[in-house]
Every structure is written in structure tokens, then in C-alpha cells.
């Protein structure tokens, strides 16, 4: 009962940190609330639109409700969950690709609050069973790739929003829009770039690039004008909305968000029937996949940066939860922000609770704002996303995985360019299947050597001791006797590879001692004293015995321990006797 009672409140970790709570706690939870609210406002409305094809309502509705939720299940006080970049513009592809041809806005919504429940509901079970570490088979350096690549394409997709361009399959694979966006540009006509959308969309994107470098220089002396930098895209939203209703009555030609309901009078319900759900089910691998990577990652990094533990299986749970009952308000399928969660941290956040006051300001907005909210300009809505999402491109890993291992800094690529060249969705079982199969070399081919000794006593490689600069002081083991090290558990898939390691390093460095076999009485492929004989040559000792150091191994399974007869056999044939194996 106490194990079961434990188990039900890690499900509520706010039960632990609500008791401590205080008004310090509280300030700081209500600016950084204000704040990010004040950041999620614009992204979602921009988010939703721009990359998930959907009316702007419902980037709302999943801001302010995956705030609320966080609140309670959280084990990080700095990420925020709602809408992100990357995982819109996934749901967006996954709409066009497995709704009903023909959709309408309020069918694709429909849609959308389906992929969100049954993504939350997998998403719960694999919390709620304490799986989620299946999530630390992705390496940090491939999901930088992918990340990285996904940035890059979400930026192209907005080149021609930022424009007015029409006609450009923003769907297609980055290099495909490329060549559209400057097909169609240079063609100009009905197709061709809008002069206000792109004074809308050009002079904005300037503007928020100014007042994020601007307030950056300028905070080193005026620290409160890092606030202000953080509101960059509430400010020309602001700013260029005013200008947009300013003209509004003089027939000028741009695109604008048009009306947003009030409240939540736009809420339309999932659908939950299993026959709707055999059409969403092909979506949410995807779906679900990145969003638990994504929210990983910004909770595991805001983690280590604050000096605090995150828990994964509950984050996960949380996840799914929000997902669950962000479908009862047609939100699309959520996860933790990068660019929201860098806010609230450096905002002076200090618990969970200030998702509770990001709730509570896009409710007021909901409530308050939306008329105001029609006259956006499209093209403004481009340069925010552009803005955001260029945090997200980092390149900053490719030098030290080059330096440090090749496996990770390919896997980085790889991830990258199949974005590039392809889709999201399919870098995402690349980035997954390279990661699996890395992974399977290292366990199949582990580092497998023979050791020498040095002067104070320590075992090392030979190459190792070399580098440390003792190779003048190397010691050889006892004449007869090999060391050998195996770098990993011996197992099933690495068994075969541990034996023939083995077999090479006793023929290259000691003596044959075994019987003198005629060719009629050896086996047909028995070729160990030809092989020893090649190094006839060398003055070398008979094997007596061999040490395993097996430090590194934390398990031998059964085939692991029939390798062991296995060598026993070998070297009984190579020796002529029993060679005794010691381990350590």
C-alpha cells in the first residue's frame, strides 16, 4: 500500500513544492507569467495559422490550457507548453496528408483535437508504465540535426507569407520551395509579391530583429530592457495591427487574420469514435515522437542549466494529459517550448506556478483582445515565426562531434539533410533508425584489447599508456599471461566478435603448442597452424593463462557464457591443455 500510495502522488508533484510556498516565490512567478503569456499570445495565433493550416483560435485555446495543466504535473518550473514551431508545422503536414480530402477549417480542427487526444492518451501510458527512457536512445547530436534542419525548413516555408507570394506549395521539401518562392517571385503577376505584404512582412522582421539585438546591448546597462527585448513580438504586433486597422478603409491589397471568436465560443469537440480514429492513427507516430523528444530536451536542458532534476516519466505524463484535455477544447497536440521556456527562465521564474499566470493572461486575451485581433497582418505573423524559430537552428554541436565521434556528428547530419531534401516526417524515422542501429554497433562491436601494465601498477591499453606518455614505462604481463578487456556487457550480439578478437590476439602473440595435425586428420577449415606459423618468426611465449577484465561488463548472458567454452575449446586445440581463465 505505501509503494502504490508512493506511486499515485509522483502523478502530483505539486503537492511537494505548494506547501513551501511564499510571496518571494510569488513575484517572481507572476512577471515571469506576465511575460511569457504576453510571448504565447502572438506564437500561438502564429503558430497555428502559419504552420498548422488551422484558424488562430485554436493556438489559443492550446496556450492557455497546456499552461493550466502544467501547473500540477510539472517536475520543471522553466518550460512552458503549448504550440511550438516545429511540432505545428508537423501537425500541419500530417492534416494535409491524412484528413478528409476537401477539409473544411472546422473538419481540419476537428481533425487536429483527434490527433491531440490519442496522441495524449499514448502518450500517458507511456508515462504512466515509467517507459520514458526509451526517449535516451536519440542522441543529443541527432536531435540537434533534426531540430537544426526543421528550422531551416520552417523558415523557408515563411519566405513566401513574408512576401504575399501565392501559388508556392509550402508543403513540398525545402530545396522544391527554394525554387518555387524564386520562380514565382521573378514571374511576378496575380502570383507575385504584394507591395504591403511585403512592407508589412519585411519592415516588421527588421523591427523585431532591432529590438532583440537592441535591448540585448542595451540591458548590459539598463538590465529592465531585457523585458522588453522578450516583448519584441507583442510590440509589432501591436504596432503594425494599429497601422493595419489605421488603413483598413482604403481598399488596400494585404492579407490580414480577419475574426477570431470571442472566449471560448469557438470551441469545436474532438471526435472520439474508433472509426474517425483509424483515420488519425497513420498521423500520430510523428506527432508523437517529436513531441515527447522536444519537450525532453527543453525540460532536461532548462534542468541542468538550474541546477535542478527533471523527472521524464512524469513529464511525459503530463504531456498527456494536456494533449487529453486539450482535445475538450480543440487544441492541437502540444509540447515544452524552447524559445518560451529561454523566457521564463531569465524572467526570474521560481516554481510551476507561473504557467497558472500564462494561463490566466491568454484567457483575458480570449476574452478581451479578439476584436482587435482581425486587423493582423498575415505577413507579420511570417516574420514572428522566423524570428522564433531561428533560436532553434544550432550548429554549434557539428565541430565537437567531429572531434569527439564521428557516429554523432554524422547522425547530426544525416538528420539535417533528409529535412532538406525530403520531409520532417521522414528525418524523424531517419534520425530514429540511425540512432537504433548506432547504438547496435556499439553493443555488436564493442572496444575489445589486450592490456599492458605501467610502473605504479594500472592496466592500461598500450595505445592508452602511450598517450599518457608511459610507454617508456610500460610492463608486459608475466611471460604467458593475457590480459584481455572487453569495453561492454558480452552478450548475444557481440559473442562471435569477442571470440574471434580473442582467437587473433592468442595467434599473433603467442607460440603454437597444439598437436602437429596431418591434413588428413584436420578439419577442412582448420587453419590456426598455418596461421601461427606466420609468426614463426618472432621469439614468442606459450600461452599459460588468461585474465579477463571484465570491469566494464555488467552482465553475460547465455550466449555470452558459451562463448566462454567455446574459447575454452580454441585454445585447448591451440595449446595441446586446458588454458585457465581468470576474471577480475
Known sequence: PRT?????????????WIRRYNLEWFIGDLVAGITVGLVAIPQGISYATKLAGLPAQFGLYTAFLGAFMYTFFATSKDVTIGATAVLSLIVGQQLIAYAPPGASASQLAIFSATLSFWTGVLQLLIGAFRIGHIVDFVPVPVIAGFTSGAGIQIMIQQAPGLLGLKGVNTNNAPYRVLHDFFSTLGAGGSNGATTWDSVFGLTSLVLILLIKFGSQVGAKKYPWLRFVGYLRNVIALIIYTGISYGIAGRNLN??????IP?????????????????????????????????HIAVTKTYGRVNGYKVQSNQEITALGLMNIFGSFVSAIPATGSFSRSAIKSASGVRSPFASFVTGLVVIICLYSLTGAMYYIPSSVLSAIVVTAISELVNFSVVVPTFQIELLDFFGFWIAFWVVFFSSIENSIYASVGYSVLVLLIRVARPKISSLVRTEDGTWLEADTATYYGQSNRIQEAPEGILVFKIDESLSYPNSGYFLQILNETVIAQYRYTGPVLTNAEKLWADDTAERARAHQGKPLPALQAVVFDFSAASRVDFTGLQTFLDAKADLRRFTGRDVPFHFA
Open 254 to 259: 494585404f492579407s490580414i487574420v480577419k475574426s
Open 262 to 294: 470571442s472566449g471560448l465560443s469557438g470551441i469545436l469537440h474532438a471526435d472520439y469514435s474508433l472509426p474517425y480514429a483509424s483515420t488519425v492513427f497513420p498521423a500520430l507516430p510523428a506527432v508523437l515522437i517529436v513531441a515527447i523528444l522536444e
Open 4 to 16: 502504490a500510495a508512493a506511486y499515485i502522488l509522483s502523478f502530483l508533484p505539486f503537492l511537494n
